[in-house]
Nanobody
């Protein structure tokens, strides 16, 4: 069964850092652009960041630009999201998915369980 597993979330104070991981299980992540999305309380899921399959290019939502860094290790079939200078408004469940970069939309209908990030003020 193909799926992805997100991990690394937690509770952190404003200004702190977390590193999220997304690993494919039975699903190859290395051959396509991958990205992160998040869904805050009472909000729709939104795009956060994406990275090309070769790591040659990245794109970020304006709200996280300069604070978050997306990376990947294709040998480990894993995508990362380093989050620095966290703000309370970053509180959300974070998910990974393949990304259609021109429109910053998810490719797969399937979503993993996500990982909860909570930033206290």
């Amino acid at each position: 069964q193909e799926h992805v597993v997100e991990s690394g979330g937690g509770l952190v104070q404003a200004g702190g850092s977390l590193r999220l991981s997304c690993t494919g299980s039975g699903r190859t992540l290395s051959s396509q652009p991958m990205g992160w999305f998040r869904q805050g309380p009472g909000k729709e899921r939104q795009f956060v960041a994406a990275i090309s399959w070769s790591s040659g290019s990245t794109v970020y939502a304006d709200s996280v630009k300069g604070r978050f860094t997306i990376s990947r290790d294709n040998a480990k079939n894993t995508v990362y999201l380093q989050m620095n200078s966290l703000k309370p408004e970053d509180t959300a469940i974070y998910y990974c998915n393949a990304v259609f970069v021109p429109v910053r939309r998810p490719v797969w209908d399937y979503w993993g369980q996500g990982t909860q990030v909570t930033v206290s003020s």
